[in-house]
């Protein structure tokens, strides 16, 4: 055990993942992760019907040893639980579906697959209830809420890495440790060997290349915790900022690290005071602030015309935050798409909404959206900041006779401002999850994530996906 003397930030982190236990969970962050949990499963389910999923399953079926944790989406087939971990984790992120925190990250998609693959790893004496899973899986979402809010950096839309690489490995990390019950010295260990293998930069952003973030998130905080539980020893250093000798502040340009406290009765989880957003459609949440703006001026030009007719537009006018990656004029790939505010904005104005087929091919290369999108202009207003909180979108149409119709979004419907209410998750997550299961496997799955706390054996969980 570390003593008072030897307390720092490394060990307070390893201490508190350690010792807290599920009645530090208050009711909402209960209720929070659970829906967390649900979503994360839906958007898996969906994203193993893509392409990048299919290329990863394909290669890590080339390694069947060990064959115990499930698969999204793939009913009796088996991976090892790094790889299933790994796969999932693809899986999850591969439409950019998944949930977005703030500090911006994709907390869920980084822990969520390395908690299944690992409750199905470990022997029937000693499966974890779902609890246990559940209080693990809030382990790994406070660890990287806690590290992002050591960094001005990293509240703001990111240039560098990833954040999901650099705090989901590990959030992923804690989280394995917490459910393989990890002795102190051992979480910080796990800690440590997970900055070993953290970070991806953001130039694989709106590539296929992107979703292994996640997937390597996942998998390599799972084995940082596995090779920690071996005796595998690490800097126990690595959260400290040590002049001179990097450790995980490597990551970050103003990285200013604090002791976590050891969970007392007051203690609150950073997920009761700051919920995540959840997408509608699947794309950068960027893009749903300039897609809910494009629908609100669409509506405007419909009453104001009588019918959208792309004719009638001289000019449309984007105001945005600067954000380079996502800031693409003439996309050519599904995943370029999903990353470009000026697609997402032409495809509200002519569809309404974005849909989960508005980025096949067919939709992305029409030649009404390359007219629209040809006359797509950019500015970045000074007020609009290029972070996931302070953000807005607007669009204004220059019409040909020389009147200008506009408008805005502030906070979308998902935004924590406006969170989606349970009908609408449950609607999401239904559409998922029955691209690949059965509506009574989808409801099944939705009565277990509600009820986790009452579940025996969290493997069940895994085996119904």
């Given at each position: 055990m570390w003593t008072a003397a030897e307390e720092t930030v490394t060990s307070s982190f390893a201490s508190f993942i350690h010792g807290v236990q599920p009645e530090h969970l208050s009711e909402v962050v209960r209720h929070r992760s659970k829906r967390m949990i649900l979503d994360s499963i839906g958007v898996g389910l969906v994203g193993s019907t893509t392409r990048v999923f299919n290329i990863a399953l394909?290669?890590?079926?080339?390694y069947a040893s060990n064959a115990v944790s499930s698969v999204y989406g793939r009913k009796g087939l088996k991976l090892s639980p790094t790889l299933a971990a790994f796969t999932n984790g693809i899986a999850t992120h591969s439409m950019d579906f998944d949930d977005t925190w703030h500090p911006a990250t994709h907390p869920s998609g980084a822990v969520l697959p390395a908690l299944l693959a690992a409750s199905q790893m470990l022997p029937p004496s000693s499966k974890p209830n779902?609890?246990?899973?559940?209080?693990a899986f809030n382990v790994g979402i406070e660890v990287q809420g806690r590290l992002m809010r050591f960094s001005t950096e990293a509240h703001?839309?990111?240039?560098?890495?990833?954040?999901?690489?650099?705090?989901?490995?590990?959030?992923?990390a804690a989280a394995t440790?917490?459910?393989?019950?990890?002795?102190?010295?051992?979480?910080?260990?796990?800690?440590?060997?997970?900055?070993s293998l953290a970070g991806a930069p953001m130039a694989n952003a709106a590539t296929q290349a992107k979703p292994l973030h996640i997937g390597n998130a996942t998998r390599l905080g799972l084995e940082a915790a596995l090779l920690a539980a071996r005796g595998m020893e690490a800097s126990p250093l690595i959260l400290d900022d040590i002049p001179g000798c990097s450790g995980f502040s490597a990551f970050y340009g103003d990285y200013r690290p604090k002791p976590l406290p050891l969970p007392a009765s007051s203690h609150k989880f950073l997920l009761e005071k700051q919920d995540v957003a959840f997408k509608r459609f699947p794309a950068h949440l960027g893009m749903h602030w300039i897609v809910d703006a494009a629908a609100s001026v669409r509506n405007?030009?419909?009453?104001?015309?009588?019918?959208?007719?792309?004719?009638?537009?001289r000019a449309i006018l984007l105001r945005i935050p600067v954000s380079k990656y996502i800031n693409?004029?003439?996309?050519e790939s599904e995943h370029q798409a999903r990353h470009s505010f000026q697609f997402n904005a032409c495809t509200a104005l002519l569809d309404g909404e974005v849909y989960l087929n508005s980025f096949t091919d067919g939709c992305i290369h029409r030649q009404e959206l390359m007219e629209l999108l040809a006359k797509v202009l950019v500015e970045h207003p000074e007020d609009n900041i290029a972070n996931f909180d302070k953000m807005y979108g607007e669009v204004a149409l220059v019409l040909e006779n020389g009147d200008v119709l506009t408008g805005r979004c502030d906070t979308f419907y998902g935004h924590w401002r406006k969170p989606l209410s349970r009908e609408s998750l449950l609607k999401k997550f239904q559409s998922n999850a029955s691209h690949v299961l059965p509506e009574d496997k989808v409801n099944s799955i939705i009565t277990t994530v509600e009820n986790l706390e009452n579940l025996s054996d969290s493997s069940q969980l895994a085996s119904s996906l």
């Open positions: 394909r290669y890590c079926q080339l779902g609890l246990d899973f559940l209080l703001n839309i990111p240039n560098r890495f990833h954040p999901p690489s650099v705090v989901g490995t590990m959030g992923s440790a917490k459910l393989l019950s990890l002795n102190v010295t051992q979480c910080a260990h796990a800690l440590a060997i997970a900055a405007l030009l419909i009453n104001y015309s009588g019918s959208f007719s792309p004719s009638l537009i693409r004029p003439f996309p």
